[in-house]
């Protein structure tokens, strides 16, 4: 994945998805008895909410949605991948939050924008913007989102994928981190 260390994938990583699938299956009758012609789908959500009942995919737009539901149903049942999502929409005063914190973190505002932008920039503010997990899953995604314009979009960030539409199939340009190519309040460029 273009990154300096490969994390290599846990014992317990593979239980979780040998044992989500296995739900998956299971609860594929009654998925199919609520929604027929898309029980995969809905059985898949069923067993990836009980794999990560913290998940919240509110505020996503209805294209980011429609494209990480697609992506992550496939994973599952074609590959025994799991995908899950630690952050989607963030709120602006969540996301000002944060860029503030890593502000006072590190020190500088250029050097917080190595991780967090402030909100008018922020793809999570736009509700199209991914963090996802498991590293596995991330792999996964880089390597078939473009299906679904689900896109890695930083070097320093294995986690962080946006659903691009415009880009049609064909990856952007991966920037070193989230700083780079926006302006800063000083009139400079990262």
């Known amino acids: 994945m273009n990154e300096p260390r490969t994390i290599p994938p846990r014992p317990r990583d593979r239980l979780y998805a040998a044992v989500t699938l296995v739900l998956a299956v299971l609860l594929l009758p009654a998925a199919f008895v609520r929604r027929p012609g898309r029980a995969r789908e809905l059985a898949c959500r069923w067993a990836l909410w009980m794999r990560f009942p913290a998940e919240d995919l509110t505020g996503l737009t209805d294209g980011a949605m429609a494209a990480f539901t697609a992506a992550r149903t496939e994973?599952?049942?074609?590959?025994?991948?799991?995908?899950?999502?630690?952050?989607?929409?963030?709120?602006?005063v969540v996301q000002q939050r944060m860029f503030d914190e890593e502000v006072r973190r590190s020190g500088s505002p250029a050097s917080?924008?190595?991780?967090?932008?402030?909100?008018?920039?922020?793809?999570?503010?736009?509700?199209?913007?991914?963090?996802?997990?498991?590293?596995?899953?991330a792999r996964w995604l880089?390597?078939?989102?473009?299906?679904?314009?689900?896109?890695?979009?930083?070097?320093?960030?294995?986690?962080?994928f946006e659903h691009r539409p415009d880009r049609c199939g064909t990856p952007p340009r991966r920037r070193p981190h989230p700083g780079v190519g926006y302006v800063i309040e000083n009139g400079g460029q990262t």
């Open 142 to 160: 880089q390597e078939h989102g473009a299906r679904y314009d689900l896109y890695r979009m930083y070097d320093n960030e294995w986690w962080h």
């Open 75 to 92: 994973a599952l049942w074609r590959h025994g991948q799991l995908i899950g999502l630690t952050s989607g929409y963030r709120d602006p």
């Open 112 to 137: 917080a924008r190595m991780l967090v932008l402030p909100p008018a920039e922020s793809s999570h503010v736009k509700g199209i913007a991914l963090d996802v997990r498991p590293h596995e899953g």
